[in-house]
């Protein structure tokens, strides 16, 4: 079964960038995940996976959680079956382990309202750790 792997996480100080991608283990198809909305969510230490980001399946469509509108960028590259998060300004708030899904676009920006678990969409990856120091 075709899995979601996330890297690029890592330890920086407040205020530096990192760079988070997402993409499917094993063989695929190209354009696997070409008609999925690719998603962002996190959680933090003790607390609740959190929504980070949206990005609809032709690229068109983005959403963000206020936590981080104005510093967080989502971007896709289907030819690479490949999900990015641009993370810029980092606070120390934003340290958690940060997972990446795929789903319909609706299901990604309301599951929380739905009260499921996003491990429910239909593709789920491991996580990696962002932690930001001070």
């Known amino acids: 079964q075709v899995q979601l792997v996330e890297s690029g996480g890592g330890l920086v100080q407040a205020g530096d960038s990192l760079r988070l991608s997402c993409a499917p283990s094993?063989?695929?198809?190209?354009?696997?995940?070409?008609?999925?909305?690719m998603g962002w969510f996190r959680q933090a230490p003790g607390k609740d996976h959190e929504f980070v980001a949206v990005?609809?399946?032709?690229?068109?469509?983005?959403f963000y959680s206020d936590a981080v509108k104005g510093r967080f960028t989502i971007s896709r590259d289907d030819a690479r079956n490949t999900v990015y998060l641009q993370m810029n300004n980092l606070k120390r708030d934003d340290t958690a382990v940060y997972y990446c899904?795929?789903?319909?676009?609706?299901?990604?920006?309301?599951?929380?309202?739905?009260?499921?678990?996003?491990?429910?969409?239909?593709?789920w990856g491991q996580g990696t750790q962002v932690t930001v120091s001070s």
């Open positions: 899904a795929a789903d319909s676009y609706v299901r990604i920006t309301t599951i929380e309202q739905l009260d499921l678990p996003p491990n429910e969409l239909a593709y």
């Open positions: 094993g063989r695929t198809s190209s354009d696997y995940f070409s008609g999925y909305a």
């Open positions: 990005i609809g399946r032709d690229g068109d469509r983005q």
